[in-house]
Antibody, heavy 119, light 107 residues
């Protein structure tokens, strides 16, 4: 079964750091670009960051540029998001998503991990 | 950054009716890189349409997408009870961005 499972969320104080992980299974991980998308409580979807299959191409939303770092370990079938200098507005459910090889839309999503930034 | 604006914000219809959802981009989007997603409460989004008009695997043919340039449409021909949800458009040709969503509710 093709699956993405996020972990690493939790309650963190403003200004602190957190690292999210996404474990992939059921497909050849290093064939696919991967993304992080977040959703604040009661709000819409916001793309956060994406990384190509070989980490050669990386992009960030302006709202997280300079604070968040995306990475992947193809040997471990894992995607990561290092989040530094967290703010209250980073509070959200964070999804990892797979980008289809041929048409690049996000065809597989995890169930998300919740990040709450609060003192 | 390409901004996507969806309308209406909320659409109230009855099962069996036709739903038409709009997505307008602040600048031209390659049709190859326009997608639609459905999200139900407590669930992750599900890919419905990619490339503006191609249905994803397992998506019923009552869902169809159309449009080009800056104007795109998702049409649900005859609403089933399970279709009431929030729908998002997405462009992934120039970085990536989502519309704010259209909530399709039962009238």
């Amino acid at each position: 079964e093709v699956q993405l499972v996020e972990s690493g969320g939790g309650l963190v104080q403003p200004g602190r750091s957190l690292r999210l992980s996404c474990a992939a299974s059921g497909f050849t991980f290093d064939d696919y670009a991967m993304h992080w998308v977040r959703q604040a409580p009661g709000k819409g979807l916001e793309w956060v960051s994406g990384i190509s299959w070989n980490s050669g191409s990386i992009g960030y939303a302006d709202s997280v540029k300079g604070r968040f770092t995306i990475s992947r370990d193809n040997a471990k079938n894992s995607l990561y998001l290092q989040m530094n200098s967290l703010r209250a507005e980073d509070t959200a459910l964070y999804y990892c998503a797979r980008a289809d090889r041929s048409q690049a839309a996000f065809d597989i999503w995890g169930q998300g991990t919740m990040v709450t930034v609060s003192s | 950054e390409i901004v996507l604006t969806q309308s209406p914000g909320t659409l109230s219809l009855s099962p069996g009716e036709r739903a038409t959802l709009s997505c307008r981009a602040s600048q031209s989007v390659s049709s190859s890189y326009l997608a639609w997603y459905q999200q139900k409460p407590g669930q992750a989004p599900r890919l419905l349409i990619y490339g503006a008009s191609s249905r994803a695997t397992g998506i019923p043919d009552r869902f169809s997408g159309s449009g080009s340039g800056t104007d795109f449409t998702l049409t649900i021909s005859r609403l089933e009870p399970e279709d009431f949800a929030v729908y998002y458009c997405q462009q992934y040709g120039s970085s990536c961005s989502f519309g704010q969503g259209t909530k399709l509710e039962i009238k």
